[in-house]
């Protein structure tokens, strides 16, 4: 209960944050814009060389795929890497450890709060703007979607927590860690299908997309597509495997890393 | 691999503090004072040895603890820096797990307190050091703690902020009857804060005393302050273990190292070179006294 009250009174200072703060807004907005719009006029144009498919997939279903992909980027989940090498490198780690609080839900939290106001804004702004512009393909409308999609947008969201929050824990040992960020980050960006829609990978690395934590992080750009109605059992299953996992190594890698918090400057 | 080194940051620290009590920890830099800060609250684990806090076990109970303690860390905020410092307040009465009644009543209770009526509806990042120093401390009295750690909590702040600071400290300590655990280098923390001090070095603690005794304890040096009778014109060489401080053609200071010479014999080697219309023998301040310590203990090893 204590910890549910906690969340819910982060969630609420960060919003507040955010609405009298409203920049990071405007630049979440400005970053989607011109990423994913760039990316969709470009998609747009290929498709229409292609006669209008690519794979069997057309120009509506990519533009959703790619558009999930970014919408669930503006959460800034993966900002958590770097949120606890900083705690890390300053010392501060220490202040949110004298706390009665567990460290990793707070940071977790903390995370989810930074971004859930321009996530929110941004994906219904979007939404709108995509369906008068390019409609809405058949699979969204049917009534699994909605649920299906939320399911594995939470497991995404935990999933990527945990993915992310493994490499800041790096930084208890390696200090630096831009460097596993990075090749961690762009896996994630190129088989959760941010540069190329999923439907568009070659088989072996659509496999690599599926079974893969990096992959499965991102299966939110794979509800739009037909092949999600029959599988999503299965792609939800394997984003449950990953969370069990990966929490299990999360959770042994902060038991560990807790005595060897460093005294930074004293 | 980087070559490593294995650092014993504090070796046998053993001391008990009482409730109420105001203790300043000090020591110079890297002696283990802010190491065993964060043993005291969970943060760090000795590698031997047991620490026992109202009861509790850091290692084991750090969470539980936490409800017990507050801490301040004067180079790290703690506080909402978009928001304003009732939003921070509000923030850690939740993190505490304290009804919204009582958080409500608390913050009253701070703000009056603290006087931080003037500056509460501002966003923290607007205050000054001063008011955010305040502002801290108040945050981390939310739940009142039975003890609060404060590392270094007047570093940066002016003469009047540092007094500001102490003044409430003593009110705390007064009103509530809490704890005060205090490391810093600024002596004016340790004499106008404290009643007893743990002196630390090398990771070992060399001296735990009543603050007052702290100068009695550790002067092997007087100050004898001679007003010249008319003018000083000439400044003659000085006995063995007496040393010029200062020349003035209207008053010499010298220092008297009481181990090699006594006051007495010292007074009278002085009378005898000098003609004087006054005399002042007193102690070195206490910034020199703890530095002496620092350096005996220093020579030492």
Known sequence: MKEIRLAIKILKTLVKDRIQYPDRLVVDTIGIIARCGILLILYSYVFKLSNGAINGTTFLFAAWSIFFYFSFSVLRLRDISREIMKDIQTGNVEVLLSKPISYLSYRMWWQVGSGIYSFVVITLLAVVTLFFSIGLPSTMTISIFLPTLLLTFFCGVILSLFLYTMVGLLSFWIEDINPVFWIVDKAVMILGGSYLPVALFPAFMFKIALWSPFGASQFVTHTVYKTWQTNWYQLVGIQLFWIVLLGLVVYFMFESAKKKVSVNGG | ?301
């Open chain 2, 1 to 301: 691999m980087p070559e490593t080194k294995e650092i014993v940051a504090v070796n046998d620290i053993s001391f008990s503090v009482k409730r109420g009590e105001r203790i300043a920890f000090i020591g110079p830099n890297g002696a283990g004072k802010s190491t065993t800060i964060k043993m005291l609250t969970g943060i760090l684990f000795p590698t031997s040895g047991t620490v026992n806090i109202l009861g509790f076990d850091p290692t084991k109970d750090r969470k539980k603890l936490a409800y017990q303690i507050g801490t301040v860390f004067g180079q790290r905020s703690q506080l909402l820096p978009n928001l304003p410092l009732t939003d921070s307040l509000e923030f850690f009465g939740v993190m505490y797990d304290m009804p919204e009644k009582e958080i409500k009543k608390r913050i009253v209770e701070l703000v009056e307190l603290f006087d931080l009526s003037s500056f509460i509806a501002q966003p923290v990042r607007k205050l000054s050091l001063g008011q955010r120093m305040r502002a801290e401390v108040a945050a981390s009295l939310i739940h009142k703690p039975k003890i609060i750690l404060l590392d270094e909590p007047t570093i940066g702040l002016d003469v009047v902020a540092k007094k500001s600071l102490r003044d409430l400290l003593l009110k705390i300590n007064k009103e509530e009857n809490t704890t005060i655990f205090l490391t810093s280098h600024d002596v004016g923390d340790i004499e106008s804060l404290c009643d007893r001090t743990i002196v630390i070095n090398h990771g070992v603690v060399i001296r735990d005393l009543p603050t007052q005794d702290l100068a009695k304890t550790f002067v092997y040096e007087k100050y004898i302050d001679l007003v010249a009778l008319s003018n000083f014109n000439n400044f003659p060489e000085l006995p063995e273990g007496i040393r010029y401080s200062s020349k003035d053609k209207n008053k010499v200071t010298v220092v008297v190292d009481i181990n090699k010479i006594n006051v007495q014999e010292s007074l009278k080697k002085l009378l005898y070179l000098f003609e004087v219309e006054d005399i002042d023998v007193y102690n070195a301040n206490l910034e020199t006294v703890i530095r002496h310590i620092y350096e005996r203990d220093s020579t030492r090893n």
